[in-house]
């Protein structure tokens, strides 16, 4: 009974306001008698809840008089709005049958129905619509728009986002750009997939003047070069994400690694990672994986060195549960070994939780690293920061 409540004020607003308007004739006097009738055989279906009985008396006054095609909007978007979207379709889908609609009514009810058919999950009715919508001007256009690039980016249709983000409003805007450079990315990373590396090259040189420092342009690229065997330049590409992207040094040590090893220059290696370290934009989880790499390739008086020199940049109990583990690794006393590996865990567990996973706009959380947030859709809006 409640989810009517809303149903029932509209109504009852409409009436009033019909009421009102009409009350300076005596011709529209006898329609008003007539409109109030049909809305009170409305409302009482609707008290009764018998929805479907009180929309056929309530489109059947659209033929009466067209005053009421702004509340039949109204009640559409209510019923969408409580997921009773067949409901919401069959109104819009009347009232677009009416010949005596103003081109701004129709448009309305155009939209509306297309955004019934996207909450039901017919896109491809939607987009029909939507795309009909497209060609006017002002809102609906706009608004047109932003659903066609919501159904093409659900469902990976990504060459048309592209054309749809190069015609929205945010034409030329950075966001414009941000869009169109993961869609880029998006369509190369299909290519890396079916092993098309010409065609995975083609779309990042797309994306290039779009997102020339952004670390999933930079990602692929460093992957694109490796899947060629090109170590130098899959080289080069880390450096780039190792200077623009700092929050993403952790994730590409092992690849990192992998390029010294295929060039030869092992050697080279650890005094990277020392610079790393040493570079104020570096997290302590990053600071500790560097030491590790440090403990197993010159002993843990090497690695305990490394984390004193930036201890003061770090906070206390994240550097004193990780030098803790380095004093008991290989302690000879008893006890010794699982007092490492305890510790061990702890500076994992504190380092990881240290790390930001949440959406700047919804407050989604995720363990694992997305471009776009699962729970709203924003692109770039999960911060992966490590706090220090």
């Known amino acids: 009974m409640v989810d009517w409540l809303w149903l029932i004020l509209l109504a009852a607003l409409g009436i009033g306001w019909l009421l009102g308007r009409h009350s300076v004739s005596h011709k529209l006097f006898q329609q008003k008698n007539g409109l109030s009738t ?3 055989e409305g409302l009482n279906y609707l008290l ?58 129709r448009m309305q009810a155009l ?33 047109a728009l932003e659903n066609l690039l919501e159904i093409y980016q659900y469902e990976k249709e990504w060459l048309k986002a592209i054309d749809v983000a190069r015609k929205a409003s945010l034409k030329g805007s950075a966001k414009q750009n ?32 779009l997102t020339r420092h952004s670390a999933r342009y930079l990602l ?14 899959a080289l080069r590409w880390l450096e780039e994400i190792i200077s623009h992207c700092p929050e993403f040094r952790t994730h590409i040590l092992d690849d990192l690694e992998a390029c010294y090893g295929e060039l030869g220059l092992e050697s080279l290696f650890l005094a990277r990672l ?16 560097i030491a ?11 690695a305990l060195a490394l984390l004193e020199e930036h201890a003061d940049r770090f906070s ?61 859709g924003a692109w770039d809006s999960l911060d992966y920061q490590e706090a220090s």
């Open 48 to 105: 009764n809840e018998q929805p479907d009985r009180a929309i056929d008396v309530l489109v059947s006054m659209v033929e009466v008089d067209s005053e009421a095609v702004e509340t039949h909007l109204a009640l559409g978007t209510l019923f969408r709005n409580q997921g009773e979207v067949e409901r919401a379709i069959r109104i819009h889908q009347n009232l677009i049958a009416r010949p005596t609609l103003s081109k701004s009514q």
């Open 111 to 143: 939209m509306n129905l297309g955004l019934d058919y996207k909450q039901a999950g017919i896109n491809d009715r939607a987009v029909v619509l939507f795309e009909q919508l497209a060609l006017e001007t002002g809102s609906h256009r706009d608004n």
């Open 38 to 40: 049909g809305y009170v």
């Open 220 to 233: 692929l690229q460093f992957k694109l070069a490796q899947l060629r065997g090109k170590y130098k330049s």
């Open 316 to 376: 206390a109990p994240l550097l004193s549960a990780k030098i803790l583990t380095l004093i008991n690794l290989g302690d000879p006393l008893a006890g010794g070994h699982q007092v490492a590996e305890l510790a061990d865990e702890l500076v994992v567990g504190l380092a990881s939780a240290s790390i930001e996973n949440r959406c700047n706009h919804c407050g989604f959380e995720a363990k694992e690293r997305h471009w776009c947030c699962p729970g709203c």
């Open 274 to 289: 020392k610079d790393m370290a040493a570079d104020s934009r570096s997290g302590l989880h990053l600071v500790c994986r």
């Open 178 to 209: 941000q869009l169109i450079g993961h869609f880029y990315a998006e369509l190369a990373e299909q290519a890396i997939t079916t092993n098309d590396l010409r065609g995975a090259a083609k779309m990042l040189r797309h994306a290039k003047g």
């Open 292 to 302: 590790d790499i440090v403990q197993a390739q010159q002993g843990k008086e090497a």
